[in-house]
């Protein structure tokens, strides 16, 4: 009797599960049907030490879901104990007028090591307009007075959008 009422108890989570919507899918950051001409956008990784990540990251454009570093970083250093491996993805996006949002986050190896470490996240969108050809990277800065992400040209290294600050490690 136990082993129907569990079977039975398994087959309705099961079914409850199946009517819940799943995770956004992730997409490309140009859009499927466009045809036009595009720019580079790298995010940036820094290895802090074997356990500590700075992310600043592109995570999404026009609503659409990217695959970031952050989860790349983190599925690249799983099995490798307590070390993370950085992962920096890259996006083409469309010449046009985006809105896309940008992240920067510390990462760590595990929750634990984060329990007892300074971190930060700073979360946002902003408006973006690359120009065709050009390479642009996602940079910021992590520190105790803020944590701030920016879009920058890569050749000139000046901000082509506004920069998103939030609150320092030293909270």
């Not at 079977?7 to 079914?15: D, E, I, K, N, R």
Request: contains cysteine; aromatic residues 4%; charged residues 20%.
């Amino acid at each position: 009797m136990k082993r129907i009422a569990s079977l039975a108890a398994t087959a309705l989570l099961l079914s409850g599960c199946a009517g819940v919507k799943s995770f956004t899918a992730l997409e490309p950051a140009t859009p499927p049907d466009y045809t036009g001409p595009t720019a580079n956008v790298a995010d940036q990784v820094v290895a802090v030490s074997p356990q500590r990540l700075h992310v600043f990251e592109m995570t999404e454009v026009d609503g659409r879901r990217l695959s970031s570093s952050s989860m790349a970083s983190g599925r690249a250093g799983q099995g490798s104990g307590m070390t993370l491996t950085p992962v920096a993805l890259t996006n083409e996006l469309p010449v046009m007028a985006l809105r896309v949002r940008l992240q920067a986050a510390t990462q760590y190896a595990s929750p634990l090591v984060s329990m007892s470490n300074p971190s930060c996240r700073t979360v946002g969108e902003v408006g973006f307009t690359p120009q065709e050809g050009k390479r642009y990277a996602v940079n910021g800065r992590i520190a105790a007075d803020a944590c701030e992400v920016w879009v920058e040209d890569s050749a000139t290294r000046q901000p082509v959008t506004e920069k998103l600050t939030g609150p320092g490690t030293a909270r």
